[in-house]
């Protein structure tokens, strides 16, 4: 298969860590952090995209010690900024273009209904271009939520 030719669908990264718009920064940068990933995207209960959160966002945002982080949603870190998004049969090279003039390192793939069905980083084009992409085109998507929740533990007070 030739880059010329490739898709979205077959460079997309299928796997993914995601966060609801309700959880807070803090929860975000543990999930991006223990994942490996700098790309979080932020989808609604019907896996429907929100936008997508990175490391420098967070980062942007950090203010304050864990408590103030803890409090706020990240939906606030990606509301009102403007996210590109293509469908699964994009060319890799309209995909490419497209990151370049939005100047950001992924792109999200949404099937019909506005469905997350993958994400395209930098990593994934780089991946395509070295012949090094053993992904089927076909394959299941899996979009998965926090990895964990953090619950605080109040002090043990008397005997």
């Known amino acids: 298969m030739s880059v010329e030719t490739m898709t979205a669908s077959e460079v997309m990264s299928r796997t993914l860590v995601t966060v609801e718009p309700e959880e807070s920064p803090l ?14 995207p932020v989808v609604d209960a019907c896996s429907r ?3 997508v959160l990175t490391r420098e966002d967070v980062a ?7 408590a ?8 606030t870190l990606v509301r009102g900024r ?14 490419a273009a497209l ?3 939005a100047d950001c390192g992924a792109v999200p793939v949404l099937g019909p209904d506005d469905v997350l069905r993958g994400l395209v980083t930098t990593t994934d084009v780089l ?3 070295a012949g090094r992409t053993a992904r089927p085109a076909g394959g299941p998507t899996d979009v ?16």
């Open 127 to 129: 991946m395509a271009l």
């Open 82 to 95: 403007c996210c590109p998004r293509v469908a699964p049969d994009a060319p890799l090279r309209e995909i």
């Open 68 to 75: 103030e982080q803890s409090l706020a949603a990240v939906r």
């Open 60 to 66: 942007a945002h950090w203010s304050g010690g864990p």
């Open 27 to 40: 929860m975000a940068w543990e999930l991006m952090w223990r994942a490996g990933v700098h790309h979080l």
């Open 99 to 101: 990151m370049t003039d």
């Open 144 to 159: 998965k939520g926090g990895l964990f929740r953090l619950e605080p533990v109040p002090p043990v007070t008397g005997p």
């Open 49 to 51: 995209l929100v936008g």
